[in-house]
């Protein structure tokens, strides 16, 4: 079983639509907890920590599910601009474990 | 603003050569990573180094080694690079605790023929 399951989609939506990514993890240990969002042909750069009482960066919401080791993000309206992979990162001992990402289209 | 810099962006050697990847963090982080990154298998660690001359393996440490004569670089080596080493390798760095934000360089795609 791999260590960080998403689903990898290409996601197509609208402009303006409502989306939401899953994710499982594997290490129960787990302490920190964050999406990451990766430009085509680009780095990947810190999207939002997820903390266990779920937290909102404006059009952007994330839960923690630690009994069931499960993470989501949920993006409110979304823009052209939102179109990227979103990675999955659970936090091992002193290291990060990356998905290998959901794949978001936006279109007009 | 943070900056992680890597020495390349496009790469490309043949069967066998040795290949160094340089990368240099300007905010005196102390923990240092090498990833490679595959379609499919998303980002997988090779090496990191939590202080200078400090190294750890990843997850797929074999082909690679690595070097921290400098805080702020971390270099990869490839002694004889193989066609299964083609990929995207990317560099970044954090403050010590592990919880914090990993700050990325570019990446530089390697092609072994």
């Known amino acids: 079983r791999k260590e960080v399951e998403q689903d990898p989609g290409p996601f197509n939506v609208p402009e303006g639509a409502t989306v939401a990514f899953n994710c499982t993890y594997s290490?129960?240990?787990?302490?920190?907890f964050f999406w990451y969002r990766q430009d085509c042909r680009k780095e990947p750069k810190l999207l939002m920590s997820v903390y266990s009482s779920g937290n909102e960066d404006g059009r952007f919401t994330a839960q923690l599910n630690r009994a069931s080791q499960y993470i989501s993000l949920l993006i409110r309206d979304s823009k052209l601009s939102d179109s990227a992979t979103y990675l999955c990162?659970?936090?091992?001992?002193?290291?990060?474990?990356f998905g290998a990402g959901t794949r978001l289209a936006v279109h007009p | 603003d943070v900056k992680v810099t890597q020495s390349s962006r496009y790469l490309v050697k043949r069967t066998g050569e040795k290949v160094f990847l340089e990368c240099v963090q300007d905010m005196d982080h102390e923990n240092m990573f090498w990833y490679r990154q595959d379609p499919g298998l998303g980002l997988r660690l090779i090496y990191f180094s939590y202080d200078v001359k400090m190294k750890e393996k990843g997850d797929i440490p074999e082909g690679y080694s690595v070097s921290r004569e400098k805080k702020e670089r971390f270099s990869l080596i490839l002694e004889s690079a193989s066609t299964n080493q083609t990929s995207m390798y990317l560099c970044?760095?954090?403050?010590?605790?592990?919880?914090?934000?990993?700050?990325f360089g570019p990446g530089t795609r390697l092609t072994v023929l």
């Open positions: 990162v659970p936090g091992g001992y002193n290291k990060l474990i």
């Open positions: 970044a760095s954090t403050r010590m605790s592990s919880y914090n934000e990993q700050f």
């Open positions: 290490n129960s240990a787990s302490q920190s």
